[in-house]
């Protein structure tokens, strides 16, 4: 996943982290301030301890709040209308104060993180929603849709993270790779290095380090974004569709794009083959 989001160097790290991380149960209980406020929406329930000295106000915790379930709002209603993805329970949300954040997380992966999912999202904050908060709280919903919409289903992480990636993308417009995410692709199809969807198929990249992950998140974006490209994105809810019906990717694949995985796995690296 690119850098820069959150704070420099960080990734909103995804996967179901459930296989990695057990957050601590007193980690709700206690935040910034000694306490966490708790605010619900439609389909979410947020609790935030960022160190905002403001209640109200244009800059106050409130308006934060807010702010925060409108963007988790909107990528519900994102998500159920691109890629079908629709949980009917309510997914819980945890938005940390940036200190108390990298202090009890920091240690949990070999890059810095801006925010995972495990059971939970959780994401480390600032005093206002920002572009990066925006793309983190996109990024993450869709994790949290698929653990609820295809429960006990471990998705190869290419899938999960290249759809998240794909999906986080569009939370700012943006409908393609970024150039750093291009050319972090270019640069190891030409020095052949690109992972095999097999290599990239484990549960989470979070024990990758530094560079091996941002290839894993650059490379899992780019396949979903070329599959984008060529087929169309009602394609891609198609598959998505077919694979909380069957709880099978390879097979849903099959069907949806009527070529196996591995075929269009070929066609991919043929397109970033140099000259290609």
Known sequence: MPPSRGWPGSWAVAGLLLILVAVPAQAIDRGADGEFSKRDSSHFVLFQDVDIDQTSGLRGSRRFEQDVLETLEGAYQRADRQLGLRPQRDITVIVYDP??????????????????????????????????????????????????????????????????????AGALGRSTLSRAEARRVSEAAAEGRLFSLSELSKPTFGRMGPGSARLAYAESHAFIDYLVDVHGAQKLREWIQAVVRTRDVERSARRTYRAELSILEERFRERWAPGG
Not at 104 to 126: D, E, H, N
């Open 99 to 168: 200190a108390v954040f990298d202090a009890q997380f920091s240690g949990l992966f070999k890059f810095p993180a801006a925010g995972f999912y495990g059971g939970q999202i959780q994401v480390r904050g600032g005093e206002r929603v920002s572009s990066s908060l925006i793309q983190v709280l996109h990024h993450e919903h869709v994790h949290a849709a698929f653990d609820l919409d295809v429960s006990g289903l471990t998705l190869p992480a290419w899938f999960n993270e290249g759809i998240a990636e794909w999906f986080e």
